[in-house]
């Protein structure tokens, strides 16, 4: 998903301390790891800001459920099929499957 070497923010581009945020996390997360669906973010935009992807704000919430469908493309990108997709991770993120 973002080369770990590129030490800036996914969301806002800051640089500096940052956090590795699991975008699939749960049961399915040592799976989600394994195919690299992580990116880093900074403690704003992952637990500390009022639109923080871990937060309960409608912008936070927005913003985890991209990075989801962000993670969803890139694995089916690379890995291989929306079904197969679901067949992994239980659900789909994307398209007429999402919740």
């Not at 973002?2 to 800036?8: A, S, Y």
């Not at 699991?22 to 900074?42: I, M, P, T």
């Not at 009022?50 to 089916?76: F, I, M, T």
Request: charged share 25%; with cysteine; aromatic share 14%.
């Amino acid at each position: 998903m973002q080369d770990l070497n590129d030490e800036r923010c996914y969301l806002c581009g800051k640089s500096g301390y940052l956090h590795l945020h699991h975008c699939l996390y749960g049961n399915k997360r040592s799976l989600a790891d394994a195919d690299g669906l992580y990116v880093w973010l900074c403690p704003s935009c992952h637990e500390f800001g009022k639109d923080a992807v871990h937060g309960n704000s409608p912008e936070g919430l927005r913003r985890n459920k991209l990075l989801k469908r962000y993670a969803q493309a890139c694995w089916e990108g690379f890995y291989g099929s929306r079904e197969e997709f679901i067949q992994r991770y239980g659900k789909s993120y994307l398209g007429k499957d999402t919740e």
